[in-house]
């Protein structure tokens, strides 16, 4: 009995002894190279700091017809084929709603923000904090521009909210003319303006050739301020007969990525050369001034009825 309970015994240990030894040797194997078990995932938010997307915008194609439009036109202007847009955006402000159709004739527009070189010739004089012939003019009020406009003998005058925002958007359906998400390569604002204004077209411009619609200054429309736009026409609107404020547009070098969306909206005296924001740094007001320029818009004869679009998505 003694020497077969010790065969038994040897034969246990050997058995339990090569089971041991084989979980030591898959323990250690590196859990990472089991197909069971899931990988580590990197949960961590997208890199979107980079740039994205083509350099340039594709331009708008015009027909043989239009084209002779566009090459007639002004020095410093551009051609913009009128039609049809869904005006606002029913996702943003109030005062941005209701998103609802326009349509606006052609009419020419200014491929650059007016310069300091080009407001000094006509005025005499240089209003501008940021001081250079090819900066944008700012610092100039809304009856400035006016005074600007009748020096011009016809040659200038302001476009309406309505234009503006048919220009911005060159048939773009997105937040900004360049897509939903911001890109320095198209506008000078709080993040890469070093709190100053720049010389005009150094951005990417939109479909149009239109540079800088998008920040280094706000820009005056004609308009008289709205707190809707739900009493607008459809057709060439041109806002309230009368008002206490004018509107402004575009967004500036100092101004947040939000403002410079292509339905942004603001209001300002029509007296006033900058628009004054209150920020806070801790707990110390900090005022901020954002410079107000303009750019020209001309008139083109009526050659018939815009047509109508389908409603893009919300921008």
């Not at 020419?108 to 003019?137: C, H, I, S």
């Amino acid at each position: 009995m003694n020497f077969l309970s010790s065969l038994i015994l040897g034969i246990f240990l050997a058995f339990f002894s090569g089971c041991s030894q084989s979980e030591d040797q898959q323990a250690e194997k590196p859990v990472e190279s089991s197909p069971l078990v899931p990988q580590k995932q990197d949960l961590s938010p997208p890199d979107l700091s980079g740039q994205k997307g083509p350099a340039t915008l594709e331009p708008i194609k015009l027909s043989e017809e239009d084209q002779k439009m566009a090459d007639q036109a002004p020095d410093g202007m551009v051609f913009i084929k009128g039609g049809c847009y869904y005006m606002g955006n029913d996702n943003a402000q109030v005062d941005e709603q209701p998103e609802h159709e326009v349509c606006v004739r052609d009419f020419y527009l200014d491929k650059y923000e007016v310069t300091q070189a080009r407001w000094e010739k006509v005025m005499e004089y240089n209003p501008a904090k940021f001081v250079g012939p090819d900066f944008p003019v700012e610092q100039v009020s809304y009856f400035d521009i006016k005074e600007f406009i009748a020096k011009t003998e016809g040659q200038c005058r302001l476009p309406t909210e309505a234009e503006w925002e048919y220009a911005v958007r060159g048939r773009s359906e997105t937040r900004y003319y360049w897509g939903n998400l911001m890109d320095d390569r198209f506008a000078w604002f709080e993040d890469n303006s070093d709190k100053q204004t720049h010389p005009v077209g150094q951005k990417t411009p939109n479909r149009y050739g239109l540079y800088d619609m998008a920040g280094n200054v706000w820009e005056w429309v004609d308009d008289w301020y709205a707190p809707h736009l739900s009493a607008w026409t459809r057709d060439n609107p041109s806002g309230p007969e009368k008002g206490e404020y004018k509107v402004i547009r575009g967004g500036s070098f100092i101004s947040s990525a939000g403002a410079l969306r292509s339905s942004n909206r603001t209001w300002l005296n029509p007296k006033n050369r900058v628009y004054t924001k209150i920020t806070l740094f801790g707990s110390i007001p900090n005022e901020v001034y954002n410079y107000i320029g303009f750019r020209c818009a001309q008139s083109i004869k009526a050659k018939g009825t815009a047509e109508s679009s389908s409603k893009p998505a919300a921008g």
